[in-house]
């Protein structure tokens, strides 16, 4: 039996986290889409949802938002359980899917009136305004959804996911489809929401998670595989190393693909290439026995510090 300190301290421990997955599992026929996965995220936090195509991302979120359901585990949204208190918890969500649902037909402030119209919002009009301010919609707002770009189309989804002030934002791939401009434009929007609110986004530009986010989770084949702040997955995996090198003259790249302990090779521009490998100090023998051999120059050798593509490629590949 639980006395009445330890229900306290359960309570103010959900109560930190306004979003907690323990041990989610779902399935789609025999396919394991997800795997016993368990992660929290805190109050405040800004959090990256990594993985590649298929990993499991978009079912991860579709579970929290309580659009499907697990076969096992919970997902708790404010400490609310989202399958048993799914109207609550929808209230306490802003969600942006990566198919970004909207009616083509109706103009953008008549979508936002509808959107706000649903949460019961008193003050329609003010709110629908400083959503479109928000986003940058203003020089699109009179016209219908279907005129618009891609790129207001998601700014639109994102007002509407907005509106009702929600304390979580999920939002799967949110800058798909912008421009440069557009998206840093729509990244200074996540960080200043990210002050006061719980943001889970999913997206394949990782210089977007280097930019805004607080902590990163990687999940791959339905697995969690990293959960930790960008600095200390950087530091873990700093024994992968990057060695770029380049040469006066053309070389044939199957003589740098014969040396021993290179991972991944990439040809960057003629005569340069980036050569990954556990062994640096091997790899730069190597190089130099290499060019004795073939009468090679190197003109440059130097070592490049773990990025967050190379952790991603590392722990997904």
Sequence with gaps: MLNATSVLNISRYFCAMSIQ??????????????????????????????????????????????????????????????????????????????????????????????????????????????????????????KKIGQLSKGYKQRVGLAGALIHDPEVLILDEPTSGLDPNQIIEIREVIKKLGKNKTVLFSTHILQEVEAICDRVIIINKGIIVADDTLANLQTANKKMVSLIVSFKDPVNKDLLEGMEGITHIEELKPLTFKLTTLHPESLRKQLMELSLQHNLNIVSLQSESESLEHVFRNLTK
């Design 21 to 142: 997955v323990i041990g989610v599992t779902k399935l789609y026929g025999k396919q394991k889409a997800l795997d016993n996965i368990s992660f929290r995220v805190n109050s405040g936090e800004i959090v990256g949802f990594l993985g590649p195509n298929g990993a499991g991302k978009s079912t991860t979120m579709k579970i929290i938002t309580g659009y499907i359901d697990a076969d096992e585990g919970d997902a708790f949204v404010s400490s609310l359980n989202v399958s048993t208190n799914r109207i609550e918890t929808k209230k306490k969500i802003g969600y942006l899917p990566e198919a970004n649902p909207l009616y083509y037909d109706m103009y953008v402030r008549e979508y936002l009136d509808f959107i706000a119209g649903l949460h019961k919002i008193s003050d329609k009009k003010k709110r629908i305004e400083e959503m479109i301010a928000l986003t940058g919609l203003k020089v699109e707002s009179n």
